[in-house]
């Protein structure tokens, strides 16, 4: 297993060394895929992607209500790194998920029917206990080993270490202990990387351009279907988080993406086959995703 961070520049960690071939840049692209567990929209599109070859990492979230339908469908495909979505939250109005550790009613994790809040900035208010939270995450872990999943990464679902004081620090620590890569290594977003998620054609061009190094993409790639219609909130339509989310999912579907970044000499990655760069912080990654 790679080793977890160090000292090293940051962009220098991230640049692997030369092709073989003269003149050809070498470029790596950490490629993942998130919310696998989440509906049965998501698992089947997933699936689906996985058969196109670019995405090669898959972050499954244990509270799920289709965890096992998303092992049934995933877990046996040796190409991919799974890793555990760390989920303290639940961002949908009509579409919820809950804590597999029963906390207590006033542990701070979950609203007056028992699921999780809608939005970390709630911890804010109810200041859930790290010990808590760590838990929590055992217990989610303990989910995905029975789904038969083998995890190898931990990242999170809505970050919510912004709004709990020590979370970060702990996640850190806890996934050393329990051997899994921290995603915090890793990001390295291409440019207009919001574009690229919707449009294969700029995706090719911004992969034609891009300087040599180490890079980090991610989808939510989903089905278009009344269960993903259900989601949403106050802030997006479940329209919306239904049509995009199914872009995603043709566009990662698509043939000639794989095609066209052989072309370019662009290799997708696992995070187990990944060079760690310096670890960012909470705030340093919401900003890159700004």
């Known amino acids: 297993m790679a080793a977890r961070g160090g000292g090293a520049d940051r962009c220098a960690a991230a640049e692997p060394a030369e092709s073989g071939r003269t003149g050809v840049k070498q470029i790596t692209m950490i490629t993942r895929a998130d919310d696998a567990g989440s509906s049965l929209s998501a698992n089947a599109a997933i699936e689906r992607v996985l058969r196109a070859g670019f995405i090669k ?3 499954v979230m244990a509270p799920g209500r289709f965890l096992d339908n998303a092992s049934e469908r995933l877990r046996q495909n040796k190409r991919v790194c799974f890793g555990m979505h760390a989920t303290l939250n639940a961002e949908w109005d009509h579409v919820k998920w809950g804590p597999l550790s029963n906390p207590a009613p006033n542990a701070g994790l979950t609203d007056e029917s028992g699921w999780f809040f809608g939005d970390p900035d709630v911890f804010l208010r109810t200041k859930p206990d790290v010990s808590t939270i760590l838990r929590e995450y055992d217990a989610q ?3 995905l080993t029975r789904a038969r999943f083998d995890i190898r990464y931990v990242d999170s679902h809505m ?10 620090e702990a996640v850190r620590d806890w996934a050393v202990k329990k051997g899994l890569l921290d995603h915090m290594y890793f990001y390295r977003l291409p440019p207009d990387w919001e574009r690229v998620a919707k449009d294969p054609g700029v995706l090719l061009k911004v992969l034609r351009e891009l300087p040599q190094g180490q890079y980090f993409y991610l989808a939510h790639p989903a089905l278009y279907s009344e269960e993903m219609l259900q989601t949403g909130n106050a802030a997006v339509s479940g329209e919306q988080i239904a049509r995009e989310r199914a872009g995603e999912a043709k566009l990662l579907s698509n043939p000639l993406l794989r095609l066209g970044m052989r072309l370019l000499s662009i290799v997708s990655i696992r995070y187990d086959r990944a060079v760690p760069n310096e ?3 909470v705030d340093d990654v ?3 995703f700004a």
């Open 57 to 59: 990492n898959v972050s």
């Open 141 to 143: 872990l303990d989910a």
């Open 159 to 168: 970050f919510p270490e912004r709004c709990v004081p020590g979370l970060d």
């Open 279 to 281: 670890r960012l912080t």
């Open 286 to 288: 919401l900003r890159l």
